[in-house]
């Protein structure tokens, strides 16, 4: 009886049907099942890693940008954990691509203004008298700090009559101040 039981029954074979069409080319109508997520999986797949450059550059961008406020670097979320669907991760997309060409204008804008600035500084170095009571602070010249150059006269009001003027550079941010602890 054993021998019996170990022998295999001649069975017909069944004919197996290609891969191909074992999941349609498209689902019927109504019909959203995980079988027809995989036809999304490379789509989804090269999404993300252009979404993982983008967010990639903007902080770039943030990084290169540092002392400047005033840039939003800001990206809006989809609203909570989930599996985003293709539609969505190309929004995202879209909006980082939109998010990097703003972000680039505003620090090329911001880039020109500070070159004029720094230009500005050389020639009121070069000819106080010409811009009389002219303040450029570091921050004009994308700088962090607290110095300014300032243009004005030399020896107060004598210096404003004589016509003596000069660009003076502060030393910086003051001091802090404050109450001082109590002496023990």
């Known amino acids: 009886m054993p021998e019996q039981l170990l022998e295999l029954p ?3 074979e069944v004919p197996v049907a290609p891969e191909e069409t074992w999941i349609p080319p498209e689902p019927p109508k109504g019909l959203d099942t ?10 989804r797949a090269d999404l993300r890693r252009q979404i993982a450059a983008m967010e990639l550059a903007l902080a770039r961008l943030f ?3 540092f002392p400047r ?5 800001a990206v809006q979320g989809m609203g909570g954990p989930r599996l985003l669907s293709v539609d969505e991760l190309e929004r995202i997309r879209d909006g980082l691509a939109t998010r990097i060409q703003e972000v680039k204008a505003d620090l090329h804008d911001h880039a020109v203004v500070e070159e ?8 009121m170095t070069a000819d106080p008298a010409s ?3 002219v303040r450029v602070y570091n921050e004009d010249i994308g700088e ?3 110095k300014h150059w300032h243009a004005k006269p030399r020896w107060g009001p004598l210096g404003l009559l004589m016509g003596w003027w000069r660009v003076k550079i502060s030393s910086g941010c003051p001091l802090a ?3 001082r602890p109590p002496n023990h």
């Open 10 to 12: 001649e069975l017909p």
């Open 34 to 43: 995980v079988l027809y997520e995989h036809d999304e999986r490379a789509a």
């Open 63 to 65: 990084g290169s940008a």
């Open 69 to 73: 406020k005033g840039i939003d670097f």
């Open 116 to 123: 004029g600035n720094r230009e500005l500084i050389e020639r």
């Open 131 to 133: 811009y009389k009571w």
């Open 144 to 146: 962090p700090g607290c």
């Open 177 to 179: 101040e404050g109450q």
